[in-house]
T-cell receptor
Framework: GEDVEQSLFLSVREGDSSVINCTYT??????LYWYKQEPGAGLQLLTY?????DMKQDQRLTVLLNKKDKHLSLRIADTQTGDSAIYFC????????FGAGTTVTVRA | DTGVSQDPRHKITKRGQNVTFRCDPI?????LYWYRQTLGQGPEFLTY????????KSRLLSDRFSAERPKGSFSTLEIQRTEQGDSAMYLC???????????FGQGTRLTVV
C-alpha cells in the first residue's frame, strides 16, 4: 500500500455526502478501483474507472480522477448507515496495489 | 452462488503446524490471485496464476509458503511451520485476463497461537 495513500478516517452524518480521497503513484495504471470491506468480510468491488476518463457515475457513487495530480476520489451521495465500512482505493497494472483504507462511520 | 469461494473461513493453529487453504475462483476466470491482509492495512499481493502457471511471487512469500493451481481451476495456499506473524486474513481473487474487474472471496482468517 505504500504507493497508494488514503486518509484513515471519515465521519459523516446520515443523508450527507461522503468524499473519500486517494493519491497514487503509478501513472501507468490502466484502471483505478474502489473496494468496500465490511467487518470480517472480503472485498466488494464498488466501482472502477479507466485511466483515460475523468469521471464516472454509478447510482449514488461518483468517481473523479485527476490524472495529472494522480488523485482519485469517491463521492457517496445520501450516505446511509449501511455505507459504514472500510473503503480501499487500488491501482493496477496486472495486480492490484491497495491503500491502507478509509474507515467511514455514518452517524445518525 | 457463483462468486469466489474460500475454505475454511477461519483457522486456528498452533505455531509450527502446517496449514492449507483452498480457493475456488469464478468459473472461466483464468487469473487467480492471493493477497494477505493484516489488521488496519490494505491487502498485500502474494502471488498470481494465469491458468496453471504461477507467474509472479511477492517477496512476502517466504520459502514456507507455497501456492499451486494444478489444473488451472482451484488453488491452494500452504504455509509450513506457521509463525505468529503469519496471523492474517488470506484473500483470494479471480479475474478474466484483460478484464478490469477482479472479484474477491470472503477470505480465510488465520490465527497462529
Amino acid at each position: 500500500g505504500e504507493d497508494v495513500e488514503q486518509s484513515l478516517f471519515l465521519s459523516v452524518r446520515e443523508g450527507d455526502s461522503s468524499v473519500i480521497n486517494c493519491t497514487y503513484t503509478d501513472s501507468s495504471s490502466t484502471y483505478l478501483y474502489w473496494y468496500k470491506q465490511e467487518p470480517g468480510a472480503g472485498l466488494q468491488l464498488l466501482t472502477y474507472i479507466f485511466s483515460n476518463m475523468d469521471m464516472k457515475q454509478d447510482q449514488r457513487l461518483t468517481v473523479l480522477l485527476n490524472k495529472k495530480d494522480k488523485h482519485l476520489s469517491l463521492r457517496i451521495a445520501d450516505t446511509q448507515t449501511g455505507d459504514s465500512a472500510i473503503y480501499f482505493c487500488a491501482e493496477n497494472d496486472y495486480k492490484l496495489s491497495f491503500g491502507a483504507g478509509t474507515t467511514v462511520t455514518v452517524r445518525a | 452462488d457463483t462468486g469466489v469461494s474460500q475454505d475454511p473461513r477461519h483457522k486456528i493453529t498452533k505455531r509450527g503446524q502446517n496449514v492449507t487453504f483452498r480457493c475456488d475462483p469464478i468459473s472461466e476466470h483464468n487469473r487467480l490471485y492471493w493477497y494477505r491482509q493484516t489488521l488496519g492495512q490494505g491487502p498485500e499481493f502474494l502471488t498470481y496464476f494465469q491458468n496453471e502457471a504461477q507467474l509472479e511471487k511477492s517477496r512476502l512469500l517466504s520459502d514456507r509458503f507455497s501456492a499451486e493451481r494444478p489444473k488451472g481451476s482451484f488453488s491452494t495456499l500452504e504455509i509450513q511451520r506457521t509463525e505468529q506473524g503469519d496471523s492474517a486474513m488470506y484473500l483470494c481473487a479471480s479475474s478474466r485476463q484483460g478484464a478490469a474487474e477482479a472479484f474477491f472471496g470472503q477470505g480465510t482468517r488465520l490465527t497462529v497461537v
